[in-house]
C-alpha cells in the first residue's frame, strides 16, 4: 500500500512530534524535496559526466538534511547530519569546475542553454530552500550552521555546473545587462 491515509487531516509526522503540515519545517523539508527533483530535472539534461556525478551526490545530501530536518526539535541525533565535510567536498568541486570555466563579473540571464538553464532554475529552488533553513536557524529550531554553509555553497555549485555545461557545448553566458555597442 503506498498510502497511510494519516495525513488527510493537514497533519504531518516528525520524529519526535506530530505538526501542520505547513509549519516551518514540513514547509522546510517539502522545499528541499522540490530542490533534489529541480536538481534531478538538471542532472537529466546535463551532457557532461562530471555534471551527473555531481549532482547525484548533492542529491544524496540533500536527503540526508531532509532527514536532519524531519526530527522534531529538541531529538538529538548524529545519524542523519550535514557536516563540515559536506560543505568542503562542495567547495572543492566548485574550485576545481571554476578554474576551468571562465565566469565573468555580471549577472547572466538565465536559457542560453537547456543544461544551464535547468542547472539556474535548481539553483532558484536552492536558494529559496536556504531562505527556509535560515529562518529555522535563526528561530532557534535548528542548531546545525552546516546547513546553510552547504545550501549557500550549492547554490554557488550550480551556478559553476550551469556555466561549465554552457562552456562545454561552446556557449557564451549572456549577460544581464546590455553591452554598450
Do not use: C, W
Not at 34 to 48: D, K, L, Q
Not at 139 to 152: T, V
Amino acid at each position: 500500500m503506498l498510502y497511510t491515509g494519516k495525513g488527510d487531516q493537514g497533519y504531518t509526522d516528525l520524529l519526535g512530534g506530530r505538526v501542520p503540515k505547513y509549519a516551518p519545517r514540513p514547509e522546510t523539508f517539502g522545499t528541499l524535496d522540490e530542490a533534489t527533483s529541480a536538481i534531478g530535472m538538471a542532472r537529466a539534461f546535463a551532457r557532461s559526466a562530471e555534471t551527473k556525478r555531481a549532482l547525484v551526490q548533492v542529491q544524496r545530501d540533500l536527503y540526508v538534511m531532509m532527514a536532519e530536518l524531519a526530527f522534531a526539535p529538541g531529538v538529538e541525533q548524529q545519524k542523519y547530519r550535514i557536516t563540515e565535510e559536506h560543505v568542503r567536498r562542495l567547495e572543492a568541486t566548485i574550485d576545481r569546475l571554476g578554474a576551468m570555466v571562465p565566469i565573468g563579473r555580471h549577472f547572466v540571464l538565465p536559457g542560453d542553454t537547456v543544461q544551464g538553464a535547468t542547472l539556474d532554475f535548481a539553483r532558484t529552488v536552492v536558494r529559496r530552500a536556504e531562505r527556509l533553513v535560515a529562518r529555522l536557524y535563526h528561530d532557534g529550531e535548528l542548531h546545525n550552521d552546516h546547513l546553510l554553509a552547504y545550501l549557500n555553497r550549492l547554490s554557488s555549485l550550480l551556478f559553476v555546473l550551469a556555466r561549465y555545461e554552457e562552456h562545454l557545448m561552446g556557449v557564451a553566458s549572456t549577460p544581464a545587462k546590455e553591452e554598450p555597442s
